[in-house]
């Protein structure tokens, strides 16, 4: 790139500026004094206001108002310069010496190329039901695409009823409710998951019990939970429900989970948000528990930009979900409230973008799936790293693709995250579990192991980008910075 390009006075006349930007066709010019000095820069938006201002395209660039640009001085790194253009929402940035002379330009389509951990991939019908929407003004959360968004959903998954909510917290908060969870009763809960399956449990004022992970599945583990019970039966106070979480796709061993529950006759609330499209044998998931929950934020494996989906075959369940997410409101021709109600039903216009979403969700999973089979088949020769099992009754959706270091390798956790950082390749570690965050410090903890499961599994976990688009040559980029920091050719 050459600066000269760019570069305009305050002599110059519009038509030449026009020209000059045309020609340097990124939207973009620098005013500069006579010795270079930087002044301000021009956008195709700055000229074309002064024009309209009703000046003449001979006429010269002297009553531009001046502006304050941001600029960066030398000696700034890329991740500095993409930190401040978000900042600021803008897409240059010049960069300048000492002296204040124009060095270089920074333009974000040139430098963000970071990989991110999973982002939304639109297909190609989401547009056409939105629009819809708009024509037929059911700006509401209520309305067509709401109601055929449910069915489909449902369909899709094998349940009976489903009821479209603003997020899948919602979803588990009204579950909760309708499971009859109330202040100081118990809630056994996954304990490797994010906050979100838990936090519920506090807004009701009751009491979370975590339960540890299983080494095979990364789940719920049955002999943690039967003990959890044992323990609790001995107190005689049972929980209200069991959150069974679907760790990034992958459901627990749900068989013996189940002949727990029924045992002690509790429900089970299965926590679905990560694992839409997967199976546990032959059975969807979101369908397994007496209360299935979904997540539809932007990172899960479809999206709406946020929501969540209440499914269940008993209809009172998710009628009650409606009603509840609605204010509470009965029946009456004026407003008549008997219980708590709550604003969370999901907007008409976003259900538009879900039915979208969902035409294209196998697609997306059989995506993700490869992007995993890609990793492991590409780093599978070494021995210190682990991906997350897969039993054989299982078909997760690879919602993220995760693998451990071994706790003895001579390999840090911490230097690969940091070269990963370092390339632009966004890493996470395994969620920290429930027991070990400080909101949680006085729950309860059960674990069969010596060592729980899931404090390991957070030590030395990793989360690889897993998005459905990501391309191949990205995959290829990321195993690669991979194989050189274990020293692999
Ligand atoms: C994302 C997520 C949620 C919450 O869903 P939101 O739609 O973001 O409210 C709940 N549980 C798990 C396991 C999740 O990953």
Redesign the pocket.
Known sequence: MKIDHFLIFRSSTIKEALKLIEKASRGLLILVNKDNIFERTITDGDLRRFILTGVSLSSTLENLPSKKSIIVPLNISISEVLEIMNKHYIEHLPQLDSKGKVVNIFFRKDIDNKILLSVPHIGEMEQDFVKTAFDTNWIAPIGPNVDEFEKELASEISVNYAAAL???????HLGLCILGVKKNDIVFCSTL?????AFPILYLGAEPVFIDSDEHTWNMCPKSLLKAFEKFKLIKKLPKAVIV???YGQTPDYDAIIEICNYYNVPILE????SLGSFYKDRPTGSIGKIG?????G??IITTS???MLVSNDKKIVDKAKFLSTQARENFSYYEHKEIGYNYRMSNILAGVGRGQLKVLKDRVNNRRQVFQNYKDSLSDIDEINFMPEPSWSRSNR?LSVLTLDKNSKFSLEKLFDILKEKCIEARPI?KPMHLQPIFKKSKFFSSAQTPISNKLFETGICLPSSSNLQLNQQNFIINVIRNFFNKK
Do not use: P, Q, Y
């Not at 926590?271 to 990560?274: K, R, T």
């Open positions: 603003s997020s899948g917290t919602a979803a588990i998951t994010f906050a979100a399956s979480v679907n760790l926590d679905a948000a990560e929950c979904l997540s539809f934020n990172n899960k946020g929501g969540g919602w969620w």
